[in-house]
Nanobody
Framework: QVQLAESGGGLVQAGGSLRLSCVAS????????MGWFRQAPGKERELIAG????????YYKDSVKGRFAISRDNAKNTMYLQMNSLKPEDTAVYYC????????????????WGQGTQVTVSS
């Protein structure tokens, strides 16, 4: 099975940028649907960006389109989330996730998770 580890979170002012990284080990990175989720206090964990392992098609949650960019480097077993024009509403714990099964747009469909990294955007 694959292990995931996120990094790159922190505290930034509104309008700033962060780049999150997710390093995978113990499995073949390209064999998994990959996604970035976030969860704010009192909110459900939501998919904000994902990559279809078969087609390469990228999904973005509407609220982050044009601001966030997901990418993966299979040779390095690393996935990235470039976050620009950050807003206070983006404040959440961000999780890297992998799915060895079918394509899913919900957290329940992903079976491997990183520990999470906190992103805080101040006004």
């Amino acid at each position: 099975q694959v292990q995931l580890a996120e990094s790159g979170g922190g505290l930034v002012q509104a309008g700033g940028s962060l780049r999150l990284s997710c390093v995978a080990s113990g499995g073949t990175f390209s064999s998994y649907h990959m996604g970035w989720f976030r969860q704010a206090p009192g909110k459900e964990r939501e998919l904000i960006a994902g990559i279809n392992r078969i087609t390469g098609v990228i999904y973005y949650k509407d609220s982050v389109k044009g601001r966030f960019a997901i990418s993966r480097d299979n040779a390095k077993n690393t996935m990235y989330l470039q976050m620009n024009s950050l807003k206070p509403e983006d404040t959440a714990v961000y999780y890297c996730a992998a799915n060895s099964g079918g394509l899913s747009y919900s957290a329940s469909g992903y079976n491997y998770w990183g520990q999470g990294t906190q992103v805080t955007v101040s006004s």
